[in-house]
């Protein structure tokens, strides 16, 4: 859960930098938003979660 919220806060924090720096336009950052949310509610959401949950147990696992 906490890696969740800590994604979503980037990915908005990215997304707020990226409109004010004028590369992205507020009606694509809708869209993706949107998209984002109903991707959320559909059959693919678990294998998504997997998929971010093992990528971040790998990344966590990196020894510099």
């Known amino acids: 859960m906490a890696i969740s ?3 979503v806060l980037l990915l ?3 997304m707020v930098v990226l409109i004010r720096g004028k590369s992205l336009k507020v009606g694509p ?3 993706a938003a949107l998209f ?3 991707l959320a509610s559909t059959g693919m ?3 998504i979660n997997k ?3 093992s990528l971040a147990d ?3 696992q990196i020894n510099l």
């Open 45 to 47: 959401a678990p294998a």
């Open 36 to 38: 984002g949310f109903f």
């Open 29 to 31: 950052a809708i869209i």
């Open 12 to 14: 908005a924090i990215i």
């Open 58 to 60: 790998t990344i966590n």
């Open 51 to 53: 998929f971010l949950d």
């Open 5 to 7: 919220l800590s994604v």
